[in-house]
């Protein structure tokens, strides 16, 4: 048995369901499963740059 849907196993789909502003219900709902804070700390979370810069010399993530 074959299962249809989009995986967000690859980095490019992630970023688009987990990095996106108007996705953000989702985003808390990931997090409420991985990390344990209050509940009300959830409502301060706010995606400020989901692009993550390469530095190409090094192949480091810039901060």
């Given at each position: 048995m074959s299962k249809t849907g989009i995986f967000a196993k690859s980095?490019?789909?992630?970023?688009?369901?987990?990095g996106d502003p108007e996705n953000k219900t989702a985003l808390i709902g990931?997090?409420?499963?991985?990390?344990?804070?209050?509940?009300?700390?959830?409502?301060?979370?706010?995606?400020i740059d989901p692009n993550l810069r390469v530095n190409k010399s090094y192949g480091k993530i810039d901060n």
């Open positions: 980095d490019p789909i992630f970023k688009m369901i987990f990931l997090l409420r499963e991985i990390i344990d804070i209050p509940e009300e700390e959830y409502a301060h979370i706010e995606i």
